[in-house]
């Protein structure tokens, strides 16, 4: 799970959004900012210098960052960290400076949570992940790729360098941290 925190200043009050990815699942295009009551992240209606539909944040998953562009129907282009965004993309890090008309919005946290994978103890699995890792769903049924059952899977978390793994001996003697992957959002 991938999760960006914005903030920024509306009419005296700090609002804080976060963007959640779970790459197990399906997620939407983009996250767009805007004036438009549809906008999945509104800005100030009022802020005639932003466009009704302004901006969008999109997740690359193979690449694991999050991005900003223009929206296509905008008519004034956005702004992160003093360079004007008219076409392509770029690339949002912690404390990057999202302007939007007279809206300024703080990247203020990028964060991966740590997302277990199990691994296929097929050594003849045709699945393509180098470690034969799946998600971990699949713990105490079959594997989708070769058929075994995944009662005594390893565990993989790939959130670590080259990847981590925790052999089913270790579970079984409770030395493992328990790793949550429930979905928590905040408005």
Same mark, same amino acid.
């Given at each position: 799970?991938? *999760?960006? #925190?914005? *903030?920024?200043?509306?009419? $005296? @009050? #700090? +609002? &804080? !959004? @976060?963007? +959640?990815v779970e790459l197990s699942r399906k997620q939407p295009p983009s996250m767009i900012f805007g004036r438009n009551p549809e906008c999945n992240i509104i800005l100030n209606p009022d802020d005639t210098t932003c466009s009704r539909l302004q901006a969008e944040i999109i997740f690359k998953s193979q690449e694991k960052n999050f991005y900003l562009r223009k929206h296509t129907k905008a008519s004034r282009p956005a702004i992160v960290d003093s360079k004007i965004i008219n076409d392509g993309e770029v690339l949002l890090c912690e404390g990057s400076l999202i302007s939007l008309g007279k809206t300024e919005i703080r990247v203020t946290s990028i964060s991966q949570s740590l997302q277990y994978m199990i691994i296929c103890s097929n050594i003849k699995c045709l699945n393509p992940h180098p470690h034969h890792a799946l998600d971990a769903k699949y713990l105490y049924q079959h594997c989708p790729w070769c058929g075994s059952f995944l009662t005594d899977a390893a565990t993989y978390l790939p959130t670590l360098p080259e990847g981590f793994l925790i052999r089913p +001996?270790?579970? @079984?003697? $409770? /030395?493992?941290? !328990? &790793? /949550?992957?429930g979905v928590s959002s905040q408005n």
């Open positions: 799970m991938y *999760e960006l #925190t914005l *903030e920024w200043h509306d009419k $005296g @009050k #700090t +609002i &804080v !959004q @976060k963007v +959640i +001996i270790d579970m @079984k003697f $409770g /030395n493992y941290s !328990q &790793v /949550n992957l």
